[in-house]
């Protein structure tokens, strides 16, 4: 069974800085990763994805995202935060096993950025 | 806007009532799917439809009723609801095949109904 841990509930960080989402999986499989951001009361917003080929993925607004296979990681980063990158994070797997249908997501990260 | 549309965006409802919640897509899409998200609960998948067909119900109670008439219409139907049902109800689509293919496409989400059972 497909699994997504994010280790952290709540990160912060000061504005200008650089900022880490950590994501670790577990997968029988081929990975196929996916990184979605959520604001209040809304859906998810997809960010950026990892399927085969570099493992540094760029996405939407800065951020990007490192595979690591040997350590099942795939980090979501960005160089300088800003106060509107404040939101809920959440890492996805896709489970391929199962007709490829299901995307399993992790519990969340709650990034603040601080002014 | 991402191509994926729920009405309504706010639903109150008694424990006695009978509402649907209906989701949209106009992508194409052939999968979709109805996630609940609790307050400090992760996202939890309810149903998944392929095709139009249901293959994907992870022991939801039968309280909740989905329906997919086609592939661009999901419904979730639900009836003497309990209070601790009340949540955020989220709408998704994506591409996805039966042998795997397109598993790497991502899913594409509703903004959801915030649902709160009375």
């Known amino acids: 069974a497909q699994s997504v841990a994010q280790p952290e509930d709540q990160v912060n960080v000061a504005e200008g800085n650089p900022l880490t989402v950590k994501c670790t999986y577990s997968v029988s499989g081929n990975p196929y990763l996916f990184w979605y951001v959520q604001y209040p009361n809304r859906g998810l917003q997809f960010l950026l994805k990892y399927i085969t080929g570099d493992n540094l993925v760029k996405g939407s607004y800065g951020f990007e995202a490192e595979f690591n296979k040997s350590q099942t990681s795939f980090h979501l980063k960005k160089p300088s935060a800003l106060v509107s990158d404040s939101a809920l994070y959440f890492c996805a797997v896709r489970d391929i096993d199962n007709y490829g249908q299901n995307f399993v997501f992790g519990p969340g990260t709650r990034l603040s950025v601080l002014p | 806007e991402t191509g994926v549309t729920q009405t309504p965006r706010h639903l109150v409802m008694g424990m006695t009532n009978k509402k649907s919640l209906k989701c949209e897509q106009h992508l194409g899409h052939n999968a979709m799917y109805w996630y609940k998200q609790s307050a400090k609960k992760p996202l939890e998948l309810m149903f998944v439809y392929s095709l139009e067909e249901r293959v994907e119900n992870n022991s939801v109670p039968s309280r909740f009723s989905p329906e997919c008439p086609n592939s661009s219409h999901l419904f979730l139907h639900l009836h003497t609801l309990q209070p601790e049902d009340s949540a955020l109800y989220l709408c998704?689509?994506?591409?996805?095949?039966?042998?795997?293919?397109?598993?790497?496409?991502?899913?594409?989400f509703g903004q959801g109904t915030r649902l709160t059972v009375v």
């Open positions: 998704a689509s994506s591409q996805g095949g039966a042998t795997g293919k397109l598993a790497n496409t991502e899913a594409f």
